[in-house]
């Protein structure tokens, strides 16, 4: 798939480059994605297993006073780790998306890589569900292991895919749609649900952060950032037209002084989101609209045959 707009059909196509992503991986593996077998999350599994007379290590916010305090002697309960972990991919669909110089526009990425994380999800048996959002609307699919229900989130991606164009860009100031769709996120996702935030953020400000922190505290939290290269650095020396739909205008590129401050921009830009980022301990993956959206999963998890390893 390819262009300025994302087609239901080659939505659905996905699902092929999905079984071949190892993003799900037995053993202990620090996939954020792990499903069934051991859980390489942080915090303690739901399902209470059996009561144990304690052992060194054992963690004592696991020991059941009750048994202890009858048997005289320190017990910890067991739990079973969770084997299935529902999954919210949050996928930014706003006219900041609405870009592209080369392969894909940056919406159309964003679309391919919540519909390979979907199909990665339903074929790993556990619960996928999606927030679909803009600068008006936002569309929730709770999660379920359901086909029909991984449908309708590439059906509600395909819809605020198509609704983007030059014509449709809102004219009046907007609140911060990214912000809106955080705090839902922090209303309807469960403690232990795998949260894929997939955006450029351009949006993200001071509230954005406060969110990402209280969302990380509970669940496994990932940001998935989005980017074209125009975006890092200028077109070759020259004049261009360029416009927003709204308004022309022609840049020179000439310059050596504005291409290394544009340059200096976007390394700081970035600089700033990996920083704060890694203050919250929420991993980052840079996925880039110049190559195939399938391709650069596959290098960051490795794939079934050859999966990545991971520390």
């Not at 620090?30 to 209470?48: D, E, H, I, M």
């Not at 990425?109 to 996928?128: F, K, M, P, V, Y």
């Not at 569309?139 to 590439?154: A, D, G, N, V």
């Not at 704060?276 to 399938?294: C, F, I, K, M, Y």
């Amino acid at each position: 798939m390819s262009g300025a707009y994302s087609e239901l059909k080659e939505l659905v196509s996905l699902r092929f480059q999905a079984r071949d992503l190892a993003i799900f991986r037995q053993n202990h593996s620090r996939s954020l994605l792990a499903g069934s077998g051991y859980s390489p999350f942080k915090g303690r599994g739901v399902n209470f297993e059996e009561v144990r007379a304690y052992q060194p290590g054992d963690d004592i916010r696991s020991i059941d006073w009750r048994v202890t305090a009858r048997r005289m002697k320190p017990h910890t309960k067991l739990f079973r780790e969770e084997r299935e972990r529902p999954v919210l991919v949050l996928v930014d669909q706003s006219h900041s998306m609405f870009f592209g110089s080369q392969l894909n526009f940056k919406s159309v990425t964003a679309a391919e890589t919540g519909a390979l994380l979907a199909w990665a999800t339903l074929q790993h048996s556990d619960r996928i569900g999606g927030l679909i959002f803009d600068e008006q609307s936002l569309s929730e699919i709770r999660p379920k292991r359901s086909k029909k229900t991984l449908m309708h989130l590439l059906n509600k991606l395909e819809h605020h895919n198509k609704s983007l164009s030059a014509e449709s860009i809102p004219h009046q100031h907007q609140d911060n749609y990214l912000n809106k769709a955080l705090r839902h996120a922090r209303r309807v996702a469960h403690p232990g649900t795998n949260v894929f935030v997939i955006s450029d953020f351009q949006q993200l400000d001071e509230e954005s952060f406060r969110h990402l922190s209280r969302l990380s505290r509970h669940c496994e939290l990932m940001a998935i950032q989005i980017s074209d290269p125009l975006e890092s650095e200028l077109p070759r020396p020259g004049r261009y037209d360029i416009t927003n739909g709204m308004h022309r205008k022609t840049i020179d590129t000439r310059s050596r002084d504005l291409r290394q401050k544009y340059r200096s921009q976007h390394h700081q830009f970035q600089t700033s989101l990996k920083d704060q980022l890694a203050s919250l301990r929420v991993p980052l993956l840079e996925l880039s609209t110049d190559q195939d959206t399938g391709s650069q999963l596959q290098a960051c998890y490795g794939s079934r045959a050859n999966p990545r390893r991971t520390v």
